[in-house]
């Protein structure tokens, strides 16, 4: 008897893998379409919405000149966005953030 349960959880094993398989991704899917948000900010590790460069507490304690220059959307933006991303790395404090245009 209890071969035979152990031959049937051995064949339904890959089945129930498969669906785990299928079903989580979808699953995580769904729920990050439902709570945005899910990655952390850059300077407190909090959340913050995928398309926001920090958190609205950071980006609210951000100088404004350094707010304005990462708010305009031309070809230098990647380079102040990536100016914010070192100076947070190297422990600036937020609101002394300066990013040149
Ligand atoms: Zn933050």
Redesign the pocket.
Known sequence: MDDLIARIVGALWPLIYLTAAITLPVLLALDSQRNPMTTP?R??R?P?PPRMY??G??WGALPTPARRALSRHDSKAFARLRELHRQLDADVPVAEVQVTP
């Open positions: 900010c300077s407190c909090a913050k920090l958190c507490n950071c």
